[in-house]
């Protein structure tokens, strides 16, 4: 059996809480196997050759090998296919979510990575994703951090932490509602996931 069938058949009886985060990272990890894009440049020779001939009948000829500059690497940002951005959608409506909004691009930052934005809906509670695409993994590990904060800021308690996950409670009308942030350090391109009560 798939290992990925098999580790959600184990979490179907979880909390909301706890079982979120996987269903995303299940969601991830399938839509990262559709790769990744990216432009590369490799510099091309010019030759140049120059042919003296003399009235001997004496043929010389040079050649000039000139590299062109080699182009220096530079971030495109990182971003998410439709198709990675339905997989997820097609996994929580699976799951008994319903879309509210789909995920679209909210907003692209200084290094060009994209964030996209969704909402959705289950048991009566609403909830805000973002998928933030990083460009690499050092940039995952601080929108990590960063969306942890914004998530306390909002008044979600930590109740679950490791090195990439960080799951939160709040309160929404006495009950308690979880929310949480995934770091996808593996994912091509590397994503962090944050989900909070609308």
Same mark, same amino acid.
């Given at each position: 059996m798939n290992p990925i069938v098999r580790m959600m058949k184990s979490y179907i009886k979880m909390p909301l809480k706890k079982a979120l985060p996987l269903l995303f990272i299940s969601a991830l990890v399938l839509c990262a196997t559709t790769g990744c894009t990216s432009n590369t440049a490799s510099p091309t020779p010019t030759a140049q050759a120059t042919v003296v001939a003399t009235a001997t009948a004496k043929v010389t000829a040079t050649a000039k090998v000139t590299p062109t500059a080699t182009p220096k690497a530079t971030s495109? +940002?990182?971003s998410l296919t439709q198709s990675q951005l339905t997989a997820i959608e097609g996994l929580q409506v699976k799951n008994g979510f319903t879309i509210l909004t789909h995920f679209k691009e909210s907003s692209t930052n200084k290094d060009g990575d994209k964030s996209y934005e969704a909402t959705m809906s289950k048991n009566g509670y609403t909830y805000d994703y973002t998928l933030d695409a990083c460009h690499d993994t050092a940039k995952a590990d601080s929108t990590f951090t960063t969306r942890i904060a914004a998530a306390k800021l909002l008044g979600a308690i930590g109740d679950y932490d490791d090195?990439?996950?960080?799951? +939160?409670?709040?309160?929404y009308k006495g009950q308690p509602v979880g929310?949480?942030?995934?770091?996808?350090?593996?994912?091509?391109?590397?994503?962090?996931?944050?989900?909070?009560?609308a």
């Open positions: 495109n +940002g990182a090195a990439y996950t960080w799951l +939160g409670v709040m309160t929310v949480g942030v995934q770091e996808m350090r593996d994912a091509n391109p590397p994503v962090v996931i944050s989900y909070v009560l």
